[in-house]
């Protein structure tokens, strides 16, 4: 029996290997056949998927490049912010550290400064104006301080001039000058003197001012001002500077014998002031200058009567010590000089402020030869001597 003849049909393509539709093509078009309309259209859909991906592709990337340009933009300008904060940061700390040195400055600020004085229009005219009277009785006043020494130290006074000395000429309008003379009066302690000079009846009246002080009133003929001046600094100098102007009036003392008794009566009297005074600083320094004139007068006892005073005042006060201490040897008092010379020697080591840097590297050497005497110690009384006496160090 023949077999049935196997039917004839249609041969179906065969079966895609791979899901991916490009793979897809590949094969199709390898092979020669020709896609269904099916698989043809997802073909076309695929590849305009494509094209599309790779056009927003191309577009990231142009965005990805502009993105990364604004950012370093962004930096660069960040960096500018950056460098111009701190510019500026740095300007107002220069600023600020500059006005707080100018107030600093004003505020220490401590010389004397003489306004230009008041003056006949008569006398302006022949060349006596006030910047010219200021500036002659300025002279006077730099001649006072030139001629005093004294061991106290300048930061002690109440009105201490130092070496700044000058005549205040009047500005006009607003200027740094102007700026810097109103911070110097206002914040600082600089001692102003001001005043007039009249002229009435062939006689002249000047009339000075420091500060709040009463006035200082001196007169004389019309032909007399280099008389008025000479009196009115010296008034001023006794007025503003009382220790000065009592260790000025004992050097002019020692060198005047016919008028020793007149200017040590002043001077008792300057003391004796200051010595009363309720500002604390002037009235310890006034009772030293008396322990001075008791010790150089032999009364030793009213030495020690007013050292205490100063020393109950204030315990550290080694300018009462240093008195003192010569007086309790002289006295047979030498266990008590001996303790007080120690104290006023450690408060030397220590720089005591009281004193001038040159007075305490002089005193301190001669109070440790003194110390090392009374204990025996000569090999260091030697020692210290040299330093003494040579100045080759403390």
């Not at 950012?71 to 300008?77: D, I, K, P, Q, S």
């Not at 700044?164 to 600089?190: F, H, I, K, M, Y």
């Not at 303790?339 to 006023?344: M, N, T, V």
């Amino acid at each position: 029996m023949d077999e049935p003849k196997a039917r004839k049909g249609r041969q179906r393509p065969a079966a895609p290997t791979t899901p991916d539709p490009v793979e897809i093509a590949m094969e199709i078009a390898a092979s020669g056949q020709t896609p269904a309309d099916a698989a043809m259209a997802v073909l076309h859909a695929n590849a305009a998927l494509m094209h599309d991906q790779a056009g927003l592709t191309r577009e990231q990337i142009s965005l990805s490049r502009e993105q990364i340009g604004l950012a370093r933009n962004e930096r660069f300008r960040n960096r500018i912010r950056a460098v111009r904060d701190m510019m500026l940061v740095l300007t107002i700390l220069a600023v600020v550290g500059g006005a707080g040195s100018v107030v600093w400055s004003a505020h220490r600020s401590s010389g004397l400064v003489v306004e230009p004085f008041e003056t006949p229009p008569g006398m302006a005219a022949g060349g006596v104006d006030g910047t010219v009277v200021a500036s002659r009785l300025l002279d006077r006043l730099s001649a006072f301080q030139a001629a005093t020494g004294s061991a106290r130290a300048p930061a002690t006074y109440a009105n201490n001039w130092g070496d700044d000395l000058s005549v205040e000429v009047a500005q006009t309008g607003v200027s740094v000058g102007e700026v810097w003379r109103l911070l110097r009066q206002t914040l600082g302690q600089e001692t102003r003197l001001s005043g007039d000079l009249t002229e009435a009846n062939g006689r002249i009246t000047l009339t000075t001012r420091v500060g709040a002080q009463p006035g200082i009133v001196v007169s004389g003929d019309a032909d007399e001002l280099d008389r008025v001046l000479d009196e009115t600094a010296r008034a001023v100098y006794r007025q503003t500077q009382p220790y000065r102007y009592a260790f000025w009036l004992r050097t002019v003392a020692d060198a005047d014998p016919d008028r020793r008794a007149v200017l040590a009566a002043e001077r008792a009297a300057t003391l004796a002031e200051m010595a009363s005074s309720t500002d604390r600083t002037e009235r310890l320094w006034g009772l030293v200058g008396q322990s001075v004139d008791a010790r150089l007068a032999g009364d030793h006892e009213l030495v020690i009567v007013l050292t205490n005073e100063a020393l109950a005042l204030d315990p550290t006060f080694q300018g009462a010590r240093y008195n003192q201490v010569f007086s309790l040897e002289l006295l047979g008092r030498t266990e008590e000089a001996l303790g007080e010379a120690l104290l006023f020697e450690r408060g030397m080591r220590r720089r005591d402020p009281q004193y001038t840097e040159s007075f305490r590297d002089q005193v301190g050497p001669f109070f440790r030869a003194r110390i090392a005497a009374w204990l025996g110690d000569f090999g260091t009384v030697v020692e210290q001597r040299r330093v003494h006496w040579l100045g080759t160090g403390d």
